[in-house]
Nanobody, 121 residues
Framework: VQLVESGGGLVQAGDSLSLSCAASRRTFTTNIMAWFRQAPGKEREFVAFIIWTSGGTRYADSVRGRFTISRDNAKNTVYLQMNNVKPEDTAVYYC???????????????WGQGTQVTVSS
């Protein structure tokens, strides 16, 4: 499955930004769609996931209440709405797909190329 992210950029603290992830197709192996991020010198960390079929979601504590993950089944696209962004949100954001309900990056088989988000203070 091919995943293509878009929407990254440079914003100021407190601004909003929306990321998109278009999937080439949907299968049982892509029922869980997630966003991860990796800041320079840090490990890749879980941000949020959504279940294609039910719409159920889960968020990392660091973004809960500020970020919202959603999906458009007709477009095979997942979104990450980022509100009230902070400098610590600066990272490369990756879209990923898995058959497993998990926050562990190693359980995700399909990854996008990543999109840079930079938040200035």
């Amino acid at each position: 499955v091919q995943l293509v992210e878009s929407g990254g950029g440079l914003v100021q603290a407190g601004d909003s930004l929306s990321l998109s992830c278009a999937a080439s197709r949907r299968t049982f192996t892509t029922n869980i769609m997630a966003w991860f991020r990796q800041a320079p010198g840090k490990e890749r960390e879980f941000v949020a996931f959504i279940i294609w079929t039910s719409g159920g979601t889960r968020y990392a504590d660091s973004v809960r209440g500020r970020f919202t993950i959603s999906r458009d089944n007709a477009k095979n696209t997942v979104y990450l709405q980022m509100n009230n962004v902070k400098p610590e949100d600066t990272a490369v954001y990756y879209c990923a797909a898995s058959a497993f309900l998990t926050t562990e990056s190693g359980r995700y088989d399909d990854w996008g190329q990543g999109t840079q988000v930079t938040v200035s203070s």
